[in-house]
């Protein structure tokens, strides 16, 4: 099993940044890959990004390419999501999630953390 919990939501200005925290725990987590996806009320889910626990090369959604970073703390065993240039439209709530399964798939997670819910406001 896998356990995530997200964290860093909150409330931000158009323009603004924020990071959140993906921190992974249980066992083999580190064989997974950790992707990042949104939704929005009324949306359907929508992929952000993935990346491999180890060596991987992050995944972007074409709405998010060019603000958003992936990137990873082995130590602390947390994966990042770092936003910029924040808009309205990426108002959503941000869930983690853990498969095993392809940087550029969008289905087949088998973990999923609670969410943290991210604010933009214009």
């Known amino acids: 099993q896998v356990q995530l919990v997200e964290s860093g939501g909150g409330l931000v200005q158009a323009g603004g940044s924020l990071r959140l925290s993906c921190a992974a725990s249980?066992?083999?987590?580190?064989?997974?890959?950790i992707g990042w996806f949104r939704q929005a009320p009324g949306k359907e889910r929508e992929f952000v990004g993935a990346i491999n626990w180890s060596g991987g090369i992050p995944t972007y959604g074409d709405s998010v390419k060019g603000r958003f970073t992936i990137s990873r703390d082995n130590a602390k065993n947390t994966v990042y999501l770092q936003m910029i240039s924040l808009k309205p439209e990426d108002t959503a709530v941000y869930y983690c999630?853990?498969?095993?399964?392809?940087?550029?798939?969008?289905?087949?997670?088998?973990?999923w953390g609670q969410g943290t819910q991210v604010t933009v406001s214009s």
């Open positions: 249980g066992r083999a987590f580190s064989t997974h890959t």
């Open positions: 999630a853990a498969g095993f399964v392809g940087t550029m798939k969008r289905t087949g997670y088998d973990y």
